[in-house]
């Protein structure tokens, strides 16, 4: 099977994802982060039966030095020319990362090429797309080892998605396709709601959702940044540390935050992510732990330390 990727052109701008409070470039951090993730896409009413998608999501965020991708697996399309964007929760924007075509027709040769069209095609490699160790971590659970040529027969496809009933996932009459997009400079891929793929006149034919995630879905997110004072305690310094995993449907997160240099026995409130949830209380020394972030958040993006008159204390960007 070939991979048929229509790149769209994007302008020489660095897009920048905006939270709602209008902090500027989300990947500007200072520390380092990962995310990996496997999203199961959901098929919508406007899909053909029996088609679905996985997503894979490859992170790597150095002092605001990121690089992000997205590699993308579909079964049964029908044969069209797609979209596939992202929806950002800072904003509910969405962002399109281009179009790629579902064909019928292709060969079976191991080259790549060029097509006259200018579409680029791209041989399906050997080996596990998801290894036991992918991106550091080894909670893949069933995902481990899935490869291209186990895409569509009994194992974890046929776990998460219950197309056959004779052994078989999928069958072998649907067409696979990958496509693989970066992420435009300055969006955060932890502040990715959903990745969406629709058809030409808009409708969400296959959506991955990162906020619910799907039981199938497991996302992993590990960072290290320093706390950035504010003009509400400009001796603050500080560490905070998260890692993050969605699984089952399911988010969980170790988090701390050491901080020093505030005010003594003093309250702060938290702002989660561009929301106000919970407090946290310097003691007689002027030092602060947090180690747990509030329920029911997903993937955290921005935590601010807020004093009495709403002024930022101090700041931890992932």
Known sequence: MKKYLWPMLFAALCFAAY??????????????????AIVVMNATSNAP???????????????GDES????????????????LSITLQSTGSNVDLGQFVVSSNFDDEGDDDQGEDGELHFQFGAGAWISNNWGGFT???????????NFVSAGVWAKWFDHGGNGRACGTNGIVTRTEADLPPGVNPTDIAEIIVSDLSGNEILVGDLVNPAAGSVINISGTVQVTPGPGAPALSGTAQVNSTANKGKWQHHFTL???????????????????????RTDK??????????????????????????????????
């Not at 500007?28 to 982060?33: K, L, P, Y």
């Not at 992000?68 to 979209?83: M, N, Q, V």
């Not at 909670?139 to 040529?149: A, I």
Request: hydrophobic share 35%; with cysteine.
């Open 258 to 280: 050491t901080a020093s240099g505030a005010a003594a026995k003093t309250n702060f409130k938290l702002d989660v992510n561009g929301h106000l949830k919970g407090a946290a």
């Open 19 to 36: 939270a709602e409070d209008g902090d500027g470039d989300e990947c500007h951090i200072h520390g380092s982060e990962t995310m990996d």
């Open 139 to 149: 909670n893949w659970g069933c995902w481990t080892n899935w490869s291209n040529s």
């Open 68 to 83: 992000a991708r997205i590699d993308l697996k579909t079964f049964g399309l029908t044969p069209d020319t797609y979209d």
């Open 285 to 318: 020394s002027g030092q602060m732990t947090i180690k747990k972030l509030p329920s029911h958040t997903p993937a955290l993006r921005t935590l601010k330390l807020l004093d009495a008159q709403g002024n930022v204390a101090g700041s931890a960007q992932f």
């Open 49 to 63: 039966a029996g088609a679905t998608g996985v997503a894979k999501i490859d992170s790597d965020n150095e002092d």
